[in-house]
């Protein structure tokens, strides 16, 4: 039984950043509040070890308003927060750590600056995700557009005499990226494509379908709202059929996997290293 490990699985740079700066703020609190505005990544096991340690979990502004006193720290999330929000937080009393990946608040920039020099906006993403709902808060431009897949991109119209910026949620998936983008070039918009999807997260998915081409079966690990997780899955699923999604090692059933010669393991950028090595070990030592 061969298995192999990809070597991008796990925390990015933007996760464990956010992370350690919870766990960092958590060392230093002087009987503060800590809340985190949204969970701080999409990984359910870490949320949980947070809240069990004192995090609070806020979704809302008007949350927040209810349930705080204007005392402690928040801290903001690695796919960041729509525009304003941080200085409404600041406005109620709140420290702000704002530990938004430095990667996503250059997309913020950039949107900022091309719909402020007359673009119109395209996002390739997920509209209902955080993170491009962020994006999409800081366009001023009055055609803004998130476009998630073909028949978005087809029936995507805009203002020919206007340029179109085109940038991508950080987790897309690359090749889906350039296939949308074609769509709407052939349109004959005159376009600006900026491909802001993280190289780690186009190196993951390269290294997930590359080791899932060789494999008999195929695990991907990460949470269940975990965007690129899914995204990772569903790259390895059209390379091995025997894909699983598991969140942990008690979602792993190894009766599936008596009569392959070759696993390979991924995961997503949320998926802590300790729950990575467990569902490895598992592996190794029960078949
Ligand atoms: Fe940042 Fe890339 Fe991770 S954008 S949060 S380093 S996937």
Redesign the pocket.
Known sequence: MKVTLAKSAGF????KRAVDTVYQQLEKRQAKPIYTFGPIIHNEEVVHDLEEKGVTVINSIEELRQQAKGEGTVIIR??GVEKGICEEIKSMGFEIIDAT?P??LKIHRLVERHSGEGCQIVIIGNGDHPEVKGIKSWSSAENTQVISGKEDAENYRADKEKKVCIVSQ??FNYNKFQELVEIIRKKGYDIIVLNTI?N??EERQTEAAGIAAQADAMIVIGGRNSS?TQKLFEICKKECKNTYYIQTVKDLDLTSFRSVDNVGITAG?STPNKIIEEVQKNVRNEL
């Open positions: 990015c740079f933007g996760v690695a796919h990946c990667f996503v950080t987790t993280c780690a997260t690129n950028a």
